[in-house]
C-alpha cells in the first residue's frame, strides 16, 4: 500500500494541449484535464466504465446499470450533460436514467470533459462541469466500406455483450451505423453472494448521415434509439420495466472561405425519453406502486467560429430548447380503491441563451480565455391536479416562473519548455431543477424522506477559484498538480419539516428543498506519469475532496481520499496491464444528511490485449483479490462487483 501511495505521489499523465486524447480503436476519450482515458475493456465496457477513466468525475451507484457521472463532487443538478450538443434530460424522479445511459461504446467517438464553469457552449447550469457525448461518424472521403463486429463475456453476472457497425464513405456522402446488445444477470459480491436485483438488458441502434450539398456546405443527421428492460437497482425500492429513448437531429454546416468566421453549425434536434418504475418482482411489497415518466425536448444551437486579428480564437453560440416533465404514480393498496399522485406536474421549461467565448493568444506562449453565457428561463405546470397539490404546501404560488441564469470565467495559461500554469475564475448560477422546485413526495432511499420541491427557491450561484500545475521534471517523468474551490450562495438542499408526514411506507419523514445561504466544495488532486522504458509506464494519481454547508456539518456524496496506480509493459502486439484503485475511510461523512461512514477500501485488476491485423483481443480480471467492498457513492451501501474475468474480441473489414 505504502508503495501504490508513493507512486500516486509521483504520478501525473503528460498534458501538452488543451486537450488531453488518448485513441484506442474506434473510442476515443478527451477531457481537459490530466487523466482522460479509455477503459481497458476497450468496445465492450459500457459508457459507465469509460467515464470512471476521467479525471474530476465520479460515479453514484445505484444498481449495476445507468451510473449517474457526478463531476467536482456535484451530482447532475449541477451538471450539464449533451450528446452532441443536443440538451437531454432524464425522465425518472430517482436519477435512473442519466444521459449517459442513451449511448453506446460503438456510436461513441469521444467524451469531452469540461471542469467548472468553463464549460461547452451549449451547457447551461454547469457550475459543477459539463460533459459532451460526441458520436462516431463515418465522415466524408474515408474508405468505401467498413464493418466491424464485437463480442464480449463477463463471468460475474453472465454479462454477455455483442455489436455490430457498418460505414460507408464517400466525397459528397457518407452513412454508418450499428446496433448494440447488452444482457447480464444478478451479479455476485466479493466473497461469491448473489445481489438481487442487479440484473439488466438494453439493446442500442444507431445511424448518422451526410450529405455534401457543395464545397462549403454540408447536411448531416442522426438517429438513436436505446432500450433498457428488466433493470433491477438494489439500492432502491423500485426496478425499471422499461427506459427507452428516441434521439433525433438534423445539422446544417458551412465553412467560409474568407472573413472572421471559418465555419457556422446550425442544428435542430428532438428527444422522448420514458421510463417506467416496477415493483412487481419485489417480494413482500406492501403496495404495489406504478411510477412512470416521460421526457420530451426540442431544442436548435446556432454555432459560429472564427478569427479576430490572429490571435483571437472567438466562438459565438445562439441557443434554446423547451422540455416537457411529467412523472405520476398509481398505488394499489390491497382491497382499496387505488390512489393516485401527480409527482412531476407537467413542467415545461423553455430556455433560450447566448454565448462568447475567446481565446487569446499572448507574447511567450501565454493565452488568455475568456467565457460568458446568459440564458432566459421560464418554467410553467401545466397539470391542474399537481399545481393544486403543491398549492396545499405553498398557498398563491403562481403556475409559472422566470429566472435568468448566467456564467462569466477567466483563465490565464502560461507555458514554457519544462511545465505550464494555469489560474482561473468565475461565477455561475443555475436555476432550480423541476425536482427541487416543483417534485411532490419523492422518496430517497439514501436518507429515507419523502421530498418535496419549492417553487419559491432562489437561483443557486457560486464563485469558482482553480489552478494547476504540470512540471516536465524529465523527458520520461511529469508531475502535476491541480485544485479548485467553490463558494455557494442559496446552496439547494433538501431539510427536514417536522409539520409534515411521511407517505412512503418506512420513511423518516419528509424534507423541502430549501436554500442554505452559503456552502463549500473543494477538490485537489496530485498525478504523474513515468515512462520507465519505451515499452514500460508507470501512472497513478491522489485525489480528494470536502464539503460543507453554512453550520460547517459536512455535505454528502463528497468524496474521501482516492488513490490510483497502474501499470502497463508492451511486447509487440501484446499489451499487458495492472491496477490498484481505493479510496481511504470516508470519516468526512454527512450524518446530517443521512450518510453513513463507509470503510477504506483497494481492489486490484489485470489486462491484457493482443492486436493481430484488424483484429483485437482482450482479457482480464477485475477485483483479483475478490475483495468485498462499497465506496462511499454505492447507494445504500449496495456492495461492488466481487472478481470478475472477461474477455472480448473485436475486429474489422
Not at 292 to 318: D, E, Q
Amino acid at each position: 500500500m505504502f508503495s501504490l501511495l508513493f507512486l500516486a505521489l509521483l504520478s501525473a499523465p503528460e498534458h501538452d494541449g488543451e486537450v488531453d486524447s488518448h485513441s484506442l480503436e474506434d473510442v476515443v476519450v478527451e477531457s481537459d484535464n490530466p487523466g482522460g482515458k479509455r477503459s481497458a475493456k476497450g468496445v465492450t465496457a459500457t459508457i459507465d466504465e469509460h467515464l470512471s477513466e476521467l479525471g474530476h468525475v465520479q460515479l453514484v451507484r445505484r444498481g449495476s446499470y445507468a451510473w449517474e457521472p457526478t463531476i467536482n463532487n456535484m451530482q447532475s443538478e449541477r451538471l450539464s450533460t449533451t450528446i452532441d450538443g443536443m440538451k437531454i434530460f432524464y425522465a425518472c424522479t430517482d436519477k435512473m436514467d442519466p444521459v449517459s445511459s442513451y449511448v453506446e461504446s460503438n456510436n461513441l467517438q469521444s467524451i469531452r470533459l469540461n471542469s467548472g464553469l468553463e464549460g461547452n457552449p451549449q451547457a447551461t447550469g454547469n457550475i459543477g462541469g459539463s460533459l459532451d457525448l460526441k458520436l462516431r461518424k463515418a465522415g466524408f472521403g474515408g474508405e468505401k466500406f467498413r464493418a466491424g463486429a464485437s463480442l464480449g463475456y463477463e463471468l460475474n453476472g453472465n454479462v454477455k455483450v455483442g455489436g455490430i457497425d457498418l460505414a460507408t464513405s464517400h466525397e459528397r456522402f457518407y452513412a454508418n451505423g450499428g446496433a448494440f446488445y447488452r444482457h447480464a444477470d444478478c451479479y455476485r459480491v466479493g466473497g461469491g453472494d448473489k445481489l438481487p436485483f442487479s440484473q439488466f438488458q438494453k439493446v442500442n441502434l444507431f445511424a448518422n448521415v451526410g450529405q455534401r450539398l457543395s464545397e462549403s456546405d454540408v447536411l448531416e443527421g442522426t438517429y438513436i434509439f436505446d432500450r433498457a428492460s428488466d433493470v433491477g437497482y438494489p439500492a432502491l425500492n423500485m426496478d425499471v420495466a422499461k427506459a427507452e429513448a428516441h434521439i433525433a437531429s438534423l445539422a446544417y454546416r458551412h465553412r467560409f472561405a474568407d472573413g472572421p468566421f471559418y465555419s457556422w453549425e446550425t442544428k435542430v434536434y428532438g428527444n422522448t425519453i420514458t421510463h417506467i418504475m416496477d415493483d412487481t418482482h419485489r417480494p413482500d411489497v406492501a403496495i404495489h406502486m406504478d411510477m412512470p415518466g416521460k421526457s420530451r425536448t426540442a431544442g436548435v444551437y446556432s454555432l459560429l467560429t472564427g478569427n479576430s486579428g490572429g490571435n483571437n480564437s472567438v466562438t459565438i453560440n445562439a441557443d434554446a430548447y423547451y422540455n416537457r416533465l411529467f412523472a405520476d404514480m398509481t398505488m394499489y393498496p390491497g382491497g382499496a380503491a387505488p390512489m393516485y399522485m401527480v409527482t412531476w406536474p407537467d413542467v415545461g421549461t423553455l430556455n433560450a441563451g447566448l454565448s462568447v467565448t475567446d481565446e487569446v493568444t499572448l507574447p511567450h506562449d501565454q493565452t488568455l480565455n475568456l467565457s460568458v453565457k446568459w440564458a432566459w428561463q421560464q418554467q410553467r405546470i401545466h397539470d391542474e391536479e399537481g399545481l393544486h397539490s403543491l398549492n396545499v404546501f405553498f398557498p398563491g404560488m403562481q403556475d409559472h416562473y422566470y429566472q435568468i441564469i448566467g456564467r462569466v470565467a477567466v483563465g490565464y495559461q502560461v507555458a514554457w519548455e519544462k511545465g505550464r500554469f494555469h489560474l482561473g475564475a468565475g461565477w455561475g448560477s443555475r436555476a432550480p431543477t423541476v425536482t427541487e422546485a416543483y417534485g411532490y413526495y419523492l422518496n430517497n432511499t439514501f436518507d429515507r424522506y419523502d421530498y418535496i420541491g419549492n417553487p419559491h427557491l432562489k437561483n443557486e450561484s457560486a464563485v469558482e477559484l482553480n489552478t494547476e500545475v504540470q512540471w516536465k521534471v524529465s523527458n520520461r517523468f511529469v508531475l502535476g498538480a491541480e485544485g479548485n474551490v467553490f463558494f455557494f450562495s442559496h446552496y439547494i438542499i433538501g431539510q427536514p419539516e417536522s409539520r409534515l408526514s411521511a407517505m412512503t411506507v418506512g420513511a423518516e419523514g419528509v424534507k423541502v428543498y430549501a436554500n442554505v445561504r452559503r456552502a463549500t466544495i473543494a477538490n485537489s488532486s496530485l498525478s504523474a506519469q513515468w515512462q520507465v522504458t519505451e515499452a514500460w509506464q508507470w501512472e497513478a494519481s491522489l485525489s480528494a475532496g470536502l464539503g460543507q454547508d453554512a453550520e460547517g456539518d459536512n455535505l454528502p456524496l463528497i468524496a474521501p481520499l482516492g488513490y490510483k496506480a497502474a501499470t502497463s509493459y508492451c511486447v509487440g502486439s501484446l499489451q499487458l496491464g495492472a491496477t490498484v484503485r481505493g479510496h481511504a475511510r470516508q470519516s468526512h461523512h454527512a450524518t446530517k444528511y443521512g450518510e453513513s461512514e463507509t470503510p477504506a477500501y483497494a481492489v486490484v485488476g489485470i489486462s491484457a490485449n493482443y492486436v493481430y491485423r484488424s483484429i483485437v483481443l482482450r482479457a482480464g480480471v477485475e477485483n483479483l483479490l475478490d475483495k468485498h467492498y462499497s465506496t462511499y457513492a454505492d447507494w445504500c451501501g449496495i456492495p461492488q462487483k466481487g472478481r470478475n474475468g472477461y474477455a472480448s474480441i473485436s475486429w474489422k473489414l
